[in-house]
């Protein structure tokens, strides 16, 4: 199981691009990236997962270079509404242990 | 479909109490993960159960703290003599365990224990 590092906090203005970077550098070759979204109250959600190059839906995309040691989630045009906690995690599917650590809590303000 | 559904959503309990927790997984899950969350914290993972496979405990703080999934299907989260430091959310979480990539975990909405 890669251990993952992200920043502690974040802050953002609404309509501003947030970038939140993740280290993983003893990411597995069998290790998916995963992001996840935690509102207050409430338990985390999936956003985007990948394995390498870039990744894009709806709500976020991933980009994951080529040696895999870090990936970063940009959220583009943030709101109020995505002031949340943000988990990194990287990891392989079967049997392991999630290790979702503190995340990142990103305060977007007006 | 319907998500994964916790009970109660709320608890409080005195000190020295048992206290049992119960998840409901999304049909069809066969993975199912218990997690605690205290204030500020991030998740800290407890106890994974996968299909017919025994549990894998590694997580739990102590012995006061079991857990049980009944038909591959609900499952029960038991804290005996519950102690103040047990406050905290108790988050469920299943996912279909996949052999390509990793799982996608589906969280419940917690239980919020308090220890008075």
């Known amino acids: 199981l890669a251990k993952t590092t992200q920043p502690i906090s974040m802050d953002s203005y609404e309509g501003q691009e947030v970038n939140i970077t993740c280290s993983h550098n003893n990411i597995a070759t069998n290790d998916y990236i995963t992001w996840y979204q935690q509102f207050p109250s409430q338990g985390p959600r999936f956003i985007i997962q990948?394995?390498?190059t870039k990744v894009t839906n709806e709500v976020a995309s991933l980009f994951i270079p080529a040696d895999r040691k870090s990936s970063t989630l940009s959220l583009p045009r943030v709101s109020l509404s995505d002031t949340a906690v943000y988990y990194c995690l990287a990891a392989s599917g079967g049997s392991y242990i999630p290790t979702f650590g503190r995340g990142t809590s990103l305060i977007v303000h007006p | 479909g319907a998500g994964v559904s916790q009970s109660p959503s709320n608890k409080v309990t005195e000190k020295g109490k048992d206290v049992e927790l119960r998840c409901d997984p999304i049909s069809g899950h066969t993975a199912l993960y218990w997690y605690r969350q205290s204030l500020g914290q991030g998740l800290e993972f407890l106890i994974y159960f996968q299909g017919n496979s025994a549990p894998d405990k590694s997580g739990l703080p102590s012995d006061r703290f079991s857990a049980e999934r009944t038909g591959g299907s609900v499952s029960t989260l038991t804290i005996q003599r519950t102690q103040q430091e047990d406050s905290a959310v108790y988050l469920c979480?299943?996912?279909?365990?996949?052999?390509?990539?990793?799982?996608?975990?589906?969280f419940g909405p917690g239980t919020r224990l308090t220890v008075l």
């Open positions: 990948g394995y390498k």
């Open positions: 979480a299943s996912s279909l365990v996949r052999t390509v990539d990793t799982d996608t975990q589906y």
